[in-house]
């Protein structure tokens, strides 16, 4: 939710999209943000559509934990505020689509509330799990902590990589090195992820793009930590992290597959959070992504959730039709009638990811 992440997020992904910057006032003092956009397409290519989205999310990026910006001792009564405002006085949008936020919170209950009494349709979104560690004062501590078997194998595959490869472990933060490791971790997140089909960041200009300006403006707030690993000479692994409030957030990562032996993951993870403990970080915090290697080291989970309502009206009507009535007839149809699947002898292989750690 920094004014870094909105402003660039805007500069390079706001093509046929607009402004809708909320904020609440009280006594001619600023109490609160709210960063939203309409995002405008059309259904079935010819009826207009407006999306209401938190500025940042959209495209091929994906912020976890987002909501408004609150001045603390006026919360309360400008979630209401701000509440009001989206529904009374935003009239374009025909779709509220408010992504990663906590379900716990007041903004959310305030939200679900005003659906309710309008009477509007309200999805609560599929719970996107996160996994985390809180960091205790030592590295010792931390290792104390795991399972026998699992500490032995952190310490014994760092200690390979250190004694028979050369290892080195170093972590870049100054704006003057960003331009040379992002490009690394780039050619290193497309190297792991060649011939796979799932599909991969950094696929796209305007993701490049973004990532490029916003770690630069990041590092020049001390915000940015990258976590690298070589081994006999050679960069083999790289994680792209933000540090932000005594926490490390970990947000993509670049692995050399010709040193997947060396299990660098592994070995990376582990090094980045002995580094975040000496930091006097609290917590190391993996954001979103179901991946075993995540919940391995961060044995505590929280969820964020997103909020989808439709306001009543042709528009929403048929964007339903075709994002949820038209697919579930063409389900039920197939299975009823298995004859008209154009295919029924394919296989569907699932190509896998590969193993980070």
Known sequence: ???????????HYSAKHSLRIVTAWKSDRLQGILPIYLEHSK?????????AR?????GDTSPDYLGP?????????????LGGFIFDNIPEWQILHLSDLDVSSAFYAELANRCALLRYPQVTGLATRIAYVTLPATWSDYLAGLHRDRRNTVRRTRKKVESQHQGRFYVLT????????????IR??????????????FSTPEYNGFHHDVIHACARRGWIRFYCLEADGVLIAVFYCYRF??????????????????????????????HAIE??????????????????????????????????GVAAFLFRMHKETIPGLKRLIKKALPFLDRNPHRTTVNAGKPKDV
């Open 245 to 274: 409030r005594n926490q490390i957030f970990y947000f993509q990562a670049g692995f050399d597959p010709e040193y997947e032996r060396l299990r660098p993951g592994l070995v990376l993870i582990g090094c980045a959070l002995e």
């Open 69 to 81: 910006l609150l001045e603390p001792t006026t919360a309360g009564e400008t979630i209401i505020a």
């Open 279 to 312: 930091e006097g970080n609290t917590a190391f915090d993996f954001l979103r992504g179901d991946h075993a290697y995540k919940t391995q080291w961060g044995k505590s989970l929280r969820e964020t959730h997103a909020l989808t309502t439709y306001r009543p």
């Open 174 to 185: 100054a704006e003057e090195d960003v331009d040379s490791i992002l490009s690394n971790l």
């Open 54 to 58: 938190f500025i940042g999310t959209g």
């Open 1 to 11: 939710m920094s004014w870094e992440w909105n402003y660039h997020w805007w500069q």
């Open 43 to 51: 259904i079935f290519k010819f009826y207009p559509l407006a999306v």
């Open 188 to 201: 290193l997140h497309h190297k792991r992820w060649k011939g796979h089909a799932e599909g991969h960041a």
